[in-house]
């Protein structure tokens, strides 16, 4: 009997291990986004983690005429990365990040964590015709 309950809470742990596993280390997807750094902040009462948030413009509106703007939530895990992205507000910025299927509070709010920066540029030196 002591033997069957073993194996029994054996397979118990290992499919629950495999779920979280799954839900909160499987990387769902990948890409890059870019658009205007809004903010970047450390913040939490337990684990101080890094969220920022990214405005991407020039998507159209559902009404005619409108400009609508689309925001990226993101997480920061990186200190090398946290702190280049800490004097960027403002800027635009090119991201690459790993979606995963859900957040954990230690790696921050968001599911999507960036990973690296490709660049970061000033709005103003683009050339405007």
């Known amino acids: 009997m002591g033997k069957f309950v073993f194996i029994v809470v054996s397979i118990i742990i290992l499919v629950l291990g495999g ?7 499987f990387v769902f997807g990948q890409g890059v986004k870019a658009g205007e750094l809004n ?3 450390q913040k939490g009462y337990v684990f101080k983690t890094y969220e920022g948030k990214l405005i991407q413009a020039g998507y159209r509106g559902k009404v005619a005429g409108t400009i609508q703007s689309n925001e ?9 990365i946290a702190q ?6 403002g800027k635009v910025v090119e991201l690459h990040y790993k ?3 859900g957040a954990i509070p230690w790696r921050g ?9 490709i660049s970061i540029t000033n709005p103003n030196s683009q050339g405007v015709p």
């Open 109 to 117: 709010y968001s599911p999507f964590i960036v990973d690296s920066i």
């Open 72 to 80: 990226f939530q993101f997480s920061v895990s990186s200190e090398r």
């Open 39 to 41: 903010y970047f902040v």
């Open 84 to 89: 280049q992205l800490m004097t960027a507000s």
């Open 99 to 101: 979606e995963y299927l």
């Open 19 to 25: 779920i979280f596993f799954y839900k909160y280390y």
